[in-house]
């Protein structure tokens, strides 16, 4: 039995069930969320990080028989996507406002798919800091040493030059350096973790745009103007859009920079390709951590994948949660 103690040294992830009771959105691909959720929460456990799974009745038993009632909170949030709407950076927690492209450009909905986690975080009494600007967290990549890289998105959405809202994202994240680059899909969620992942302290792994020189050599130059003395990684991207669950918001097939990294290792997404090998060489060679390869073929044509799915939660949150659940 896991006690709060035992996450002191660990981060606490949070995965989200799919909401099959209140729409039919997610009914074709229940299964594959289902399987990805389990594949993905028994590696946390077996590398030494906690997972808890927040779900509702319909998948309750189900993930309990898979993974032990202990990691299984009844907690029903109205979305998988806990990366977004939740609170971003696990040692700085701050929630911004969820954006209405996180839910097909509807801020209504995207209000209530938040409300109801906060709700819940206010039972749980985790304990953040929060602010009306808009923004998801896939769209906010930092190095937890002061650097952060966000997409231009955030200066359309709060109608804000790019010096004010540099500003801005220093005084509620504590960030000292803010790159905002321009993403490389325009009109849809434009989250920078699509472009860009911090893997170390310093260190920022990109995606290779071999098809668009031009896009590749604009972001890198912002980056390398932006966040001074960090180094910069080119990654193999082979994105793969052949397969898209809805158009809105693209695919995150190919995409290794949708990473989860904690302190000690990462979670690196694969997709079942050859290139998964080639990926695992590059990402290796540029960091000590352990890397822990997830495969993510089964929910990556929905956008997203190991970080997006992902809550992070360090020191006392992460034992409120651990404690949480635990006592329901």
């Given at each position: ?59 309750y ?23 977004d ?121 990109i995606?290779a ?9 604009e ?22 859009d ?24 990462i979670?690196?997404?694969q ?21 822990v ?12 994948g ?10 006392t ?12």
């Amino acid at each position: 039995m896991m006690t709060s103690s035992q996450a002191t040294q660990a981060e606490v992830i949070v995965l989200a069930a799919a909401p099959t009771h209140l729409d039919d959105y997610y009914d074709e691909v229940t299964d594959d969320i289902f399987d990805f959720h389990v594949a993905y929460a028994k590696l946390i456990e077996k590398y030494g990080d906690h997972v808890i799974i927040l779900t509702n009745d319909e998948f309750y038993d189900d993930y309990v028989a898979a993974l032990g009632s202990e990691k299984v909170v009844l907690a029903p949030m109205l979305d998988i996507w806990m990366r977004d709407f939740t609170v971003l950076n696990a040692v700085k927690p701050v929630m911004f406002r969820y954006s209405a492209a996180g839910q097909g450009h509807d801020q209504k909905a995207a209000d209530e798919v938040q409300e109801v986690f906060a709700a819940f975080a206010e039972e749980v009494g985790l304990e953040f800091s929060e602010t009306g600007l808009i923004n998801d967290g896939g769209n906010f990549v930092d190095d937890y040493a002061g650097h952060a890289v966000i997409s231009r998105k955030f200066l359309r959405d709060n109608k804000l030059n790019e010096s004010v809202a540099r500003e801005k994202v220093r005084a509620v994240t504590g960030a000292k350096h803010v790159a905002f680059i321009e993403a490389d899909e325009q009109g849809g969620l434009e989250h920078a973790d699509g472009v860009v992942s911090f893997i170390d302290e310093n260190t920022l792994i990109i995606n290779a745009y071999p098809d668009d020189p031009e896009y590749a050599s604009e972001v890198k130059a912002v980056l390398k103007a932006s966040l001074p003395g960090v180094a910069i990684h080119e990654i193999i991207a082979p994105y793969d859009d052949s397969k898209i669950y809805d158009e809105r918001f693209g695919s995150a097939c190919g995409l290794y920079t949708n990473a989860l990294v904690t302190p000690e290792r990462i979670y690196f997404p694969q997709f079942g390709i050859p290139e998964d090998g080639i990926a695992l060489k590059q990402i290796k060679a540029i960091t000590q951590k352990e890397v822990v390869p997830v495969s993510s073929k089964q929910v990556c044509h929905m956008g997203g994948g190991v970080r997006c799915m992902s809550l992070q939660l360090r020191g006392t949150n992460a034992n409120k949660m651990l404690d949480y659940a635990l006592d329901h």
